[in-house]
């Protein structure tokens, strides 16, 4: 038995170096160009940092488009999961004016119950690609305690001033629906307006950055 102790302790030595090696070597990625399938270089896409709260991260590289579709599902099926149950706890008054209905209500008033909670659903949650979490305190709805929601209302009077005062405005063809400006304008399913280059900013990326030939 005394002559196994020194070789069971080299082997748990060496599985403890192999752990730790696998525990400290770094997930990221660099930008060094690979060679793709032709032979050029191509850039490696960099993880996306996802933090986790107490100065912790973990990494995840980019979505895929399946899985871009399996999370933007089950993000729809928790909002029209609280939808319903918002829904379910107004029966009866669905047709009353929302300030009547529910509390803290600004920019809403006069608009029927169910009507403004389905705006909420498919207007302003299915615009951003969100769940109702995104701007309200899921429960306590009246609160103005996330940013997210006093920003909404400040977007929302955007949208209306564009299309009462200058779309309105823009010649149409008789018989053509004019057009009109929505969350999903700018948004397109993300929380942050979609510019040129994708998510970031309503303008895209800095001037000096832009395309050749923007404004």
Known sequence: MSDRVPAMIAAFSSVAILIYACATAPTTTTNNPSPNANGASAPVMQPAQISIGAGQSVQRGPLTDSARRVRDSLTAARRDSGAAMVLRSIAGRENQPAESVF???????????????????????????????????????????????????LMLAMVQTINRDYISKVPSDSGVPRPMVSCFTCHRGNPRPMGPEGPGGPGGPPPANRPTGSD
């Open 103 to 153: 509390k803290n209500i600004k920019v809403f008033k006069g608009v029927p119950a169910a009507r403004l909670v389905n705006i909420m659903n498919m207007g302003f949650g299915r615009s951003l690609g969100v769940s109702c979490g995104f701007c309200h305190v899921p429960g306590k709805w009246d609160l103005d305690d996330k940013e997210e929601k006093n920003t909404a209302r």
